[in-house]
């Protein structure tokens, strides 16, 4: 089964995050691999160590996303691609699953595995619009998966209220949720026999795709700014006998917060 | 106002490569999520978790600087930030890394034969198989050259006698590597053995009372009649020198490691320092305890970058063994040193094992007497510098 595994590398959300002159400023940041792809390059391992095949990861950004599809490699994943082109920077979700579309198709794959959405953005619009390009099914937010046999996955996936059990022939494309597996941490092994697996630096041209169908002039959704979050006000504290401070606190929900209204 | 961090105090990251970085962060992920959760619990009820084990064979962490036989061969850098990492989380568990993999390890690697490392690498490089190294005796510390354990040659055989002490490992080891004089009384007559559990003779009795190292198995190697086949002899082994060689391995990793220790201290103290309210304000806010943290964070810094260089010699193969000296005596008795000064700035809540330096600061009581105690180093050096010897 060969599976292709798109992963975002993301600033490291428990750091501070700075926003200057309307950006997030990128400097001096450590990224990481957003955490639903993780679960994403899990579930593809877990499918090889089973029906054997090859992992190929894959990664659109600057110098520093290298970092990341080497871990994806120590962790296990046989082949990275990173489509690393100044003029594929602030593409839009179609943008990006645009270029991935034209990696995937570089050769045979069965399936595409991603995360439900990036870490950073939240957006979870690259996926869906990759099955599009790719005429392929798909199933998000996927919390359990199965397959006795190689053209066909068992699926639970996670809604409002429950979950849904689905079957699905292959090829397609499948979104997963964290709760999928436990991504594994890559032994010392794995990162010593990264550093000897192919990882191909590709441009747009090498995809035959020209710099004005992506990045920032094929966006057809552009980001206008950031803002930082506003700060939150100091709680307020109450000191003295129980049934005083909580007859003031009920007061200020009830007249201030308004939370009974 | 960002605050910095140690890190950013020394440009560390700036220093490491691809794989080095991705070497420390994993380390540090297993550290989080398997170790600190438990660890305190673990010292305080004098256990072990062995469950963890297996897993650090399946990270590769055992013997993983040596090469072939299921090791992972990484250089020393990466060594010692995963030991780093390892101890952040508690000295006994790092302990048990170096045990395992620089001292048990690496003298079957380094002394033994082919049979003996096909035999034992591999299943103790997956943790399958418990490795411990007795050198030191009841009488016999900082000098192994006096010891008393020794190996008769009978027929197709070796009678082993003598008593080992202070063996991390020892009362769970399937394997031991005990160094005995063979038929004479003299340092070059000293060899390696491996004897292996269920050898009659052999008994492992767990050293009853610590206050120190109580996450980890310490014990006795009781000899008495062991009789061992002659191929259980290191074959290259060969006078005091071949356990020597053993410890000056472990101790480039054991300095790492204790700043680890002391990483894990002056976090805690400083994000105490930090919330921690007297006299209307933080005690962080105070000239006297930033001063302290300043002193800790200073030290620090200085530690990882003489074992970063040092490291980096070693790597090269231009290392000399009063250059591991001072990095093992100095990082050691600052870390003890900082874990004595956290555990102060946390004031009463210091001696609570809800906050870490107090059981680092004892740990690395152990850590400062063990690998040569640094008195013993000082005088390594000092031979070094003088010419004269001053043992």
Redesign the interface.
């Known amino acids: 089964m060969n599976i292709v595994v798109p992963i975002k590398s993301v600033i490291d959300v428990e750091l501070n995050i700075r926003v200057q002159e309307g950006k997030i400023a990128k400097d001096g940041m450590s990224y990481i691999i957003s955490k639903w792809d993780e679960n994403a390059i899990e579930a593809a391992l877990q499918l090889k160590e089973k029906h054997g095949g090859e992992v190929t990861v894959v990664s659109v950004g600057p110098d520093r996303a290298s970092e990341s599809l080497r871990k994806a490699l120590a962790m296990g994943a046989d082949k990275a691609v990173h489509v690393n082109d100044p003029a594929a920077e602030d593409s839009d979700s179609f943008g990006f699953a645009k270029i991935l579309a034209k990696v995937a198709q570089r050769g045979p794959f069965d399936l595409i595995i991603t995360g439900k959405q990036a870490q950073d953005t939240d957006m979870g619009g690259t996926g869906p619009i990759l099955a599009e390009l790719l005429g392929l099914p798909q199933v998000y937010n996927v919390i359990k998966l199965e397959s006795d046999e190689p053209s066909t996955l068992k699926l639970n996936r996670l809604g409002h209220q429950g979950q849904e059990m689905v079957e699905l022939k292959l090829p397609a494309l499948i979104a997963a949720n964290d709760s999928l597996n436990e991504p594994r941490l890559a032994s010392l092994r794995g990162i010593m026999a990264a550093k000897k697996k192919p990882l191909d630096v590709l441009k747009l041209a090498d995809l035959g795709l020209s710099p004005d169908e992506v990045g920032a002039k094929g966006a057809r959704v552009r980001t206008l700014e950031f803002q930082p979050p506003k700060r939150r006000a100091a709680g307020k504290k109450f000191e003295g006998d129980a049934e005083e401070v909580t007859r003031k606190v009920m007061d200020l929900l009830a007249n201030e917060a308004k939370i009974f209204a | 106002m ?1 605050t910095l961090t140690l890190d950013d105090l020394s440009g560390l ?1 700036g220093l490491l490569t ?2 080095e ?3 420390r962060a ?1 380390a540090r ?2 550290v989080a999520e398997q170790v600190l959760p438990q660890i305190a619990d673990h010292f305080e009820r004098k256990t072990f978790p062995d469950e963890l084990v297996p897993e650090l064979g ?4 055992l013997g ?1 600087n040596l090469t072939g036989y299921g090791c ?3 250089n020393m850098v ?1 060594y010692g930030l ?1 030991l780093q990492e390892i101890e952040y989380g508690d000295s006994g568990l790092r302990s048990f890394v170096s045990v395992q993999g620089s001292l048990a390890m690496y003298a079957i690697h380094r002394f033994g034969s082919e049979e003996q490392k096909q035999a034992h690498l591999p299943p103790m490089a997956r943790g399958q198989q418990i490795g411990c190294f007795g050198l030191t005796e009841p009488d016999h510390g900082s000098d192994p050259g006096g010891m008393r354990t020794f190996a008769r040659t009978r027929g197709n055989t070796f009678v082993l006698n003598g008593t080992k002490a202070w063996i991390t490992n020892s009362p769970v080891a399937d394997v031991a590597v005990v160094w005995a004089k063979l038929d004479e009384d003299s340092h070059k007559a000293v060899r390696g053995f491996i004897v292996e559990r269920g050898s009659k003779g052999f008994e492992t009795p767990p050293m009853k009372s610590k206050m120190s190292m109580r996450a980890s198995h310490t014990g006795e190697i009781v000899l008495s009649d062991c009789v061992v086949p002659k191929e259980s002899m290191l074959p290259l082994s060969n006078g005091l020198g071949s356990p020597l060689a053993c410890l000056n391995q472990a101790r480039m990793g054991i300095a790492w490691g204790a700043i680890g220790a002391a990483k894990a201290c002056f976090e805690s103290a400083l994000a105490y320092a930090r919330t921690r309210t007297q006299f209307g304000k933080p005690i962080g806010s105070k000239q006297l305890i930033q001063d302290q943290l300043v002193e800790m964070a200073l030290e620090i810094t200085k530690a990882d970058l003489m074992n970063l260089h040092i490291s980096r010699l070693k790597d090269a193969g231009k290392v000399t063994p009063q250059q591991v000296s001072m990095c093992k005596k100095n990082s050691v008795a600052q870390a003890l040193r900082i874990a004595r000064m956290a555990r102060a700035i946390h004031g009463a809540n210091g001696i609570s094992l809800e906050y870490c330096p107090v059981r680092h600061m004892l740990n690395l009581e152990s850590v400062y007497t063990y690998e040569g105690t640094n008195e013993v180093h000082s005088l390594i050096i000092g031979q070094g510098l003088t010419g004269f010897s001053a043992f």
Request: charge should be negative; charged fraction near 15%.
């Open positions: 960002d990251p691809e794989e970085a991705l070497i994993t992920a297993f399946a990270l590769g962490y993983a992972a061969g990484v990466s995963m």
